[in-house]
């Protein structure tokens, strides 16, 4: 019998994944278009969760707040863990 309970529980975990990184991506984006420099502006708003870091250009200040700034901050950890 096929225990389906582990591979759903790893589909959930990638979509939440996929959907942080296009988040990031579309705010990014956003920003660089309007001439902010989007690594400081991302740092600024994970650090103190003012969402004035984020510009309302192509409504990224809205997106980002789709999803929780710690799943942000675990994501950007894992990443760079795993490209070293």
Do not use: C, W
């Amino acid at each position: 019998m096929n225990n389906n309970t582990e591979t759903m529980a790893f589909r959930s975990d990638e979509l939440r994944r996929e959907t942080i990184r296009k988040v990031l991506d579309l705010v990014n984006t956003a920003l660089k278009e309007k001439g902010y420099n989007s690594v400081n502006q991302l740092s600024g708003y994970l650090i103190s969760n003012d969402p004035a870091y984020i510009s309302s250009h192509k409504n990224a200040r809205s997106v980002i707040q789709t999803v929780e700034r710690y799943e942000i901050i675990e994501e950007l950890v894992r990443y760079y863990l795993e490209q070293k």
